[in-house]
Structures are given as structure tokens and as C-alpha cells.
């Protein structure tokens, strides 16, 4: 297995269980507002349970 084919599996396991999301680009679309006020394209969430 590719190391790219390896990055694909773990990030579409992250999305299938919403502990990530990636914003597509545009601007139209919500986006994630950090606790900070900031904006970010992103989120990832570390912690995975069960499954």
C-alpha cells in the first residue's frame, strides 16, 4: 500500500466518525470559528471512540 493510499484511508476514517472536516474553499460556506474568534478552514479532533 502507498504511503498516499495509507493518508486516504485515515483521513476518510476521521471524517466518517466527524472527528474531521476540511472546508472546501468557499467563502460561502460556513466555516469553523476557533474558541480564539479566529477562522479556520479546518478541524480535526483526536480522540476517536469505538468503532
Known amino acids: ?5 495509507v493518508s486516504d484511508l ?3 476514517r ?3 466518525r466527524d472527528a474531521l472536516w476540511l472546508h472546501d ?3 460561502r ?3 469553523a470559528l476557533l474558541t480564539s474568534g479566529k477562522h479556520s478552514d479546518g478541524f480535526f479532533n483526536s ?5
Open 1 to 5: 500500500m502507498s504511503h498516499e493510499s
Open 10 to 12: 485515515w483521513i476518510d
Open 14 to 16: 476521521f471524517k466518517e
Open 25 to 27: 474553499g468557499n467563502v
Open 29 to 31: 460556506r460556513p466555516h
Open 47 to 51: 480522540v476517536l471512540r469505538g468503532g
